[in-house]
């Protein structure tokens, strides 16, 4: 068995090479000619956004779910390493109707089978692609009995220090994805807290359904491997400005 660590350097050299310019890429590219390419259906059903573009990311990573009392899974959030694919995208848009798919089959082969998106997390920025990281995805305790989605790049050369380069965010509008027994839906939240972004969408999206059935008490909870490209809009922050 290889050492985890063998394995996590392994996975983000291999990563690296399977998307050329990922890795190297210097930040801050031109957006203005970007815009997310919904169809009119979702961009009714998600409604268009009113700030303009920050930061396109692709974060990979896992869904949580656990088995209800009805018999099937429900979310309990999420956790995901989120890379700034600004610059990929700024000089090759057509790219972002693949990126997410060419990352679910790598996220999903026998290679990274061993590794947690945590160890990913950790081992990622300290080895060949810390400039290419936005930050973290994941789950707080919203007070309220509930738990809300956040989007963190506190850690990101950008922002060191910066303790409000946060998005905390509540879900406005969802679709299902064109194929919604395997890709989790799209989703379009406005900030609840944080000045990272105004809003963010979660789209095109590959993985993250759980089965459709668990029995209650005895189904264990899962976490279910997904990709998505996460779009940031607004922020007073100036995320995906050159450092
Ligand atoms: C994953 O773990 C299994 C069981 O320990 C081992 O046989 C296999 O070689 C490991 N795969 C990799 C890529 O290290
Ligand atoms: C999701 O599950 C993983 C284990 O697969 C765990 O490490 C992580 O803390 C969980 N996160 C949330 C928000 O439930
Ligand atoms: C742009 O990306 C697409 C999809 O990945 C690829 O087929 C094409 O070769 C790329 N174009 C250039 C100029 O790199
Ligand atoms: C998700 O959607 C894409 C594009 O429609 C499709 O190619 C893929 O098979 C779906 N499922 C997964 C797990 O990516």
Redesign the pocket.
């Known amino acids: 068995m290889v050492a985890i660590p063998t394995l996590v350097a392994t996975i983000a050299g291999t990563f690296c090479s399977s998307f050329p310019g990922l890795c190297t890429q210097p930040g801050g590219c031109d957006l203005s000619g970007i815009s997310m390419p919904l169809s009119p259906d979702q961009q009714t059903a998600l409604g268009l956004p009113t700030t303009p573009l920050a930061a396109i990311g692709l974060g990979f990573g896992v869904q949580n779910y656990t088995c209800s009392a009805d018999n099937v899974f429900v979310s309990t959030g999420a956790v995901g390493e989120v890379f700034d694919i600004s610059c990929l995208a700024s000089s090759?848009s057509?790219?972002l109707s693949?990126?997410h798919d060419d990352l679910f089959s790598f996220w999903y082969s026998s290679e990274t089978g061993n590794v947690t998106v945590q160890q990913l997390i950790e081992t990622l920025p300290n080895t060949v692609v810390s400039n290419a990281i936005l930050g973290q995805h994941y789950f707080i305790d919203n007070g309220a009995g509930g738990i809300s989605p956040v989007w963190d790049s506190r850690a990101i050369p950008q922002f060191q220090g910066v303790a409000d380069a946060v998005f905390v965010g509540n879900v406005v509008a969802n679709t299902p994805d064109a194929n919604p027994t395997e890709n989790v839906s799209w989703l379009h939240l406005v900030k609840v807290s944080g000045n990272l972004a105004d809003e963010v969408y979660r789209a095109f999206t590959a993985g993250g359904i759980p089965p459709s059935t668990c029995v209650s008490g005895t189904t264990q909870d899962i976490s279910v491997k997904y990709v998505s490209q996460y779009w940031f809009f607004g922020g007073s922050l100036g995320l995906g400005s050159p450092c």
């Open positions: 090759n057509s790219l693949t990126i």
